[in-house]
């Protein structure tokens, strides 16, 4: 069996964070691991508290994991720290996977930073370099770049500039602007638009975390980059075209259509979609 290991934070609610990519992993057929960097306290409507793990704990986890179990891919997510992303670059180092899908997670949806601001400059220096791909949404990019992001131009010259920054590729997720949600892949020799259809619904918490954790299990599983990506946008399509409004704020992204669909389970859909 393909494994994936994610490496991010807790979301109490379910949605986003290691929660999501342990039910993505399910859903894509790979057998999920997960080491905790820190512990919100988070439903639909935001982020009450933050605790970040103990150094020690973090490292102690990724030991484990990686003495004993092939890990196939990782996805980074939530780091909170300096001391965190520091720890993470040096591991990475260290027990060099296959590949590593960086998720840079900065601030949640309700504005909570769940990546301390002087924690930006360490994630760029020691983390972006060493990630088979990097998946910033718009706000996340301009931090990144230093630069405004308002149409596909700025898109291209962004990745681009990511890139240069020690990235082997970049995804620069588009839904964050107006219109169709088209997401930008480069690698320096390929720029490549995947297109999405905008899907009108206000529960899309976790989705970052959906797609980055998809295209981790499609490259456990052997893909090539580029089909990880089709492949993983077609995941987070379905799974928002699906979502679950469940709460008063956000509600999540649903793995459980793509999942009982994959076991054979069919005549489910009204189930899960009229919640
Ligand atoms: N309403 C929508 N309909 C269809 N696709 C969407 C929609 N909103 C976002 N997407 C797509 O979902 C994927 C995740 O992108 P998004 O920009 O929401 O990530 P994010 O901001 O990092 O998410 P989060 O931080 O909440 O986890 C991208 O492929 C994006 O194009
Ligand atoms: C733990 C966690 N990771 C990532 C995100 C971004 O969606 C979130 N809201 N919470």
Redesign the pocket.
């Known amino acids: 069996m393909n494994t994936a290991l994610t490496i991010?934070?807790?979301?109490s609610g379910g949605?986003?964070?290691?929660q999501a990519d342990l039910k993505t992993f399910a859903a894509n057929g790979v057998f999920g691991m997960s080491v905790i960097t820190?512990v919100?306290a988070?439903n639909t409507m935001e982020?009450r508290s933050v605790q970040d793990i103990h150094l020690s704990i973090i490292k102690d986890q990724i030991d484990a994991v990686f003495e004993d179990i092939p890990v196939d891919a990782v996805k980074i997510?939530?780091l909170s720290s300096t001391a965190t992303v520091a720890l993470i670059a040096e591991n990475m180092k260290k027990y060099k996977p296959f590949h590593i899908v960086l998720?840079p997670?900065m601030v949640?949806?309700g504005g909570s930073h769940?990546l301390q601001k002087e924690a930006i400059e360490a994630l760029i220096e020691k983390l972006i370099p060493l990630a088979s791909i990097v998946t910033p949404n718009i706000p996340e990019a301009e931090v990144l770049t230093g630069q405004v992001i308002e149409g596909e131009e700025d898109m291209i010259a962004a990745s681009k500039q990511i890139v240069g920054l020690g990235a082997k590729a970049v995804l620069l997720k588009g839904g964050h602007l107006q219109g169709e949600p088209n997401d930008l892949f480069y690698d320096s020799e390929t720029t490549l638009w995947i297109k999405g259809k905008r899907i009108e619904t206000k529960n899309t918490?976790?989705?970052?975390?959906t797609l980055s954790s998809a295209i981790a299990a499609n490259l456990a599983k052997g893909m090539s980059l580029e089909e990880a990506i089709h492949r993983g946008k077609q995941y987070i399509t379905t799974a928002i075209q699906y979502s679950l409004s469940l709460g008063s704020g956000h509600g999540p992204a649903n793995h459980f259509y793509e999942l009982y669909k994959n076991a054979g389970y069919l005549g489910m859909e009204s189930e899960v979609s009229n919640r």
């Open positions: 991010a934070g807790s979301d949605g986003a964070g290691i820190a919100t988070q982020v997510g939530m998720d997670v949640s949806k769940l918490h976790g989705t970052g975390c």
